[in-house]
């Protein structure tokens, strides 16, 4: 299969997957101002110290986002083999959250099966498409030359 019918694929996975993943990206700004997520008064840093860690996560998971169609949509020179270990360490931190924790604690797991099926899916077709992408990143005498 030639490079850019493989980068396609990966574009097209890459896109299912963060289109499925907006559910839950949206979730996450809506924990910001909820007062069912203030912390307890007692809490030094303040009780809606919640609401900064979903600000930031919802944060850096839009930069992670913009910075993946940007190597997968953007200048073909972009998508080098460097790019594409930097899209994987992206992912890792991405999607790592979802499920690194619950070997260790149980109240890090998703608040329900809809929500692990979203992070399943999201997770599984972006890291594919990454993955059958891996020689349009990896081609880069041909990536040079164009």
Same mark, same amino acid.
């Given at each position: 299969m030639c490079d850019k019918i493989r980068l396609n694929i990966g574009r097209i996975l890459l896109s299912i997957g963060l289109i499925i993943g907006m559910g839950s990206l949206f979730m996450t700004f809506s924990h910001i101002g909820d007062t069912d997520y203030i912390l307890i008064s007692s809490f030094e840093k303040g009780t809606t110290h919640a609401w900064y860690h979903a600000f930031r996560e919802s944060i850096g998971d839009i930069s992670t986002i913009v910075v993946l169609i940007a190597?997968?949509?953007g200048f073909q020179k972009w998508r080098t083999s460097q790019?594409?270990?930097i899209c994987a360490i992206l992912m890792f931190g991405y999607y790592a959250p979802f499920w690194i924790?619950?070997?260790f604690l149980p109240e890090l797991a998703a608040p329900h099966? %809809? +929500?692990?099926?979203v992070h399943i899916s999201m997770m599984m077709l972006s890291v594919?498409?990454?993955?059958i992408a891996r %020689? +349009?990143?990896f081609n880069v005498t041909e990536n040079i030359s164009k």
């Open positions: 190597v997968f949509f790019t594409w270990f924790g619950i070997p099966m %809809k +929500a692990e099926i594919l498409g990454l993955i %020689k +349009a990143f």
